[in-house]
């Protein structure tokens, strides 16, 4: 494994150091639907053990995609996993057999499902778990109960580290209360810029920031003034948004998903690309005017 990590890193805790740059697994499971077994099974293996060759030791997953498969396919190209890496993964949600996403967040559900990660990834004990919160929730809806379920399970030795994901501030703090958060998953990228303070709360704090969607997710990013900024440097769209990403905040991590070597190193190589002060500038204003769109 590479001495530097892609993106440098992040340190949490004393057993707990990450590659800012990681690696987002969903897309390994079947398309469309992020349902069933990969399209190509041995691409999917390949692009997790060029992940791993690359420097990245922060992958994140989840049992609810495929549902399990995707656990399944990072334990059976990457166990007995080397010591530096780091798999982070969810619970909260499970799927049904219409592809369907609902919250399983029950006391019971939450336990079943670190055992299923636990099964899946082949582990005795799970190095970060986020608790997903349900989109159909309140913003300020208290997780005490949900997240005290998770802190149980570390209390037994079930769960190194304990993390959230889909939070408000006020979540994060009464989380806090509870148990060490380690890292906070919410929407963010360039464009959609709701959660700047949490982001620079997360820096003070010491916890990793990692956006889910990075590139916008299902509806890819798109701006002229992102294309612009891309073409004078040499690099794609993408790689300008992840390296802003970067940029943004000293604990951010960001976990692109890609189904192909090639579009894995692109991604990687976002790490390393400069961003001049009038490129920041230019890309700052893309956030201010989705933000002024909604006011």
């Known amino acids: 494994m590479p001495a530097t990590a892609p993106g440098g890193t992040v340190t949490l805790a004393e057993d707990l150091t ?4 990681g ?14 077994p990969p399209n190509d099974p041995a691409e999917a293996a390949v692009v997790l053990q060029t992940a791993v060759e690359l420097g990245i030791t922060h992958i994140d997953t989840a049992d609810f995609y495929g549902p399990g498969t995707v656990n399944d396919v990072i334990r059976a190209a990457l166990a007995p996993y080397p010591a530096a890496l780091h798999i982070v993964t969810k619970v909260g949600a499970q799927r049904g057999a219409d592809k369907s996403w609902s919250p399983a967040l029950s ?31 309140g913003p300020d809806e208290s997780i005490a109960e949900l997240f005290g379920v998770l802190a149980e399970l570390r209390d037994k030795g079930l769960i190194r ?5 889909g939070v408000t501030d006020a979540q994060l703090t ?8 380690v890292t906070v998953q919410n929407a963010y990228n360039l464009a959609l810029r709701d959660d700047d303070e949490l982001v620079d709360r997360c820096a003070r704090d010491g916890i990793a920031f990692a956006p889910f969607f990075p590139l916008g997710g299902f509806t890819a990013l798109q701006s002229d003034i992102l294309d612009r900024v891309a ?6 769209p993408q790689q300008v948004a992840l390296a802003w990403l970067l940029r943004r905040s000293p ?34 204003t ?9 006011a």
Not at 18 to 21: C, K, P, V
Not at 113 to 132: A, F, K, T, Y
């Open 18 to 21: 990450l590659s800012r740059m």
């Open 231 to 236: 073409a004078r440097l040499a690099a794609s």
């Open 107 to 137: 006391p019971a559900e939450l336990t079943a499902q670190v055992h299923d990660n636990l099964e899946h990834l082949g582990l005795d004990v799970l190095d970060v778990v986020n608790l997903r919160q349900s989109v159909h929730a």
């Open 23 to 36: 690696y987002g697994a969903m897309q390994l499971a079947g398309r469309p639907g992020v349902f069933g």
């Open 286 to 294: 893309i956030g201010q005017a989705s933000q002024a769109s909604q």
């Open 161 to 165: 580290h304990l993390g959230l994901s």
């Open 251 to 284: 604990t951010m991590t960001v976990i692109p998903g890609t189904a192909s070597v090639a579009h894995l190193r692109e991604n990687v190589a976002a790490a390393g690309l400069v961003l001049p002060a009038d490129a920041l500038a230019e890309l700052d």
């Open 174 to 181: 009464e989380a806090q209360r509870i148990a060490p958060v």
